[in-house]
């Protein structure tokens, strides 16, 4: 099993950044990506961003790219996501998830999640 841990959320205001950290911990050796996802309020589940334990290759959605970065620290199985230049839209629940195979960005193919953390960006 892996265990992962969210923290960073909180409330920021348009313009401003936040930086998410997930701890993971486990069977960490078993993952291979790592992935950034968000939920909005009656939305569903979407990609934001994922990346490799092994390599930099990292992959954005086309909402985030140039304002998001990912990063890993693979020492502390810990990974990172930048949020420069936050939106009101981006307002959601973000989750860390994590998959034994490569990168992908649907959601259903992920198979650890951490509980989430809120992000609310005010207007």
């Known amino acids: 099993q892996v265990q992962l841990v969210e923290s960073g959320g909180g409330l920021v205001q348009a313009g401003g950044s936040l930086r998410l950290s997930c701890a993971a911990s486990?069977?960490?050796?078993?993952?291979?990506?790592m992935a950034w996802f968000r939920q909005a309020p009656g939305k569903e589940r979407e990609f934001v961003a994922a990346i490799r334990w092994s390599n930099s290759n990292s992959y954005y959605a086309d909402s985030v790219k140039g304002r998001f970065s990912i990063s890993r620290d693979n020492a502390k199985t810990m990974v990172y996501l930048q949020m420069n230049s936050l939106k009101s839209e981006d307002t959601a629940v973000y989750y860390c998830?994590?998959?034994?195979?490569?990168?992908?960005?649907?959601?259903?193919?992920?198979?650890?999640w951490g509980q989430g953390t809120q992000v609310t960006v005010s207007s």
């Open positions: 486990g069977r960490t050796f078993s993952t291979s990506t």
């Open positions: 998830a994590a998959r034994s195979q490569a990168l992908s960005t649907s959601y259903a193919r992920y198979d650890y």
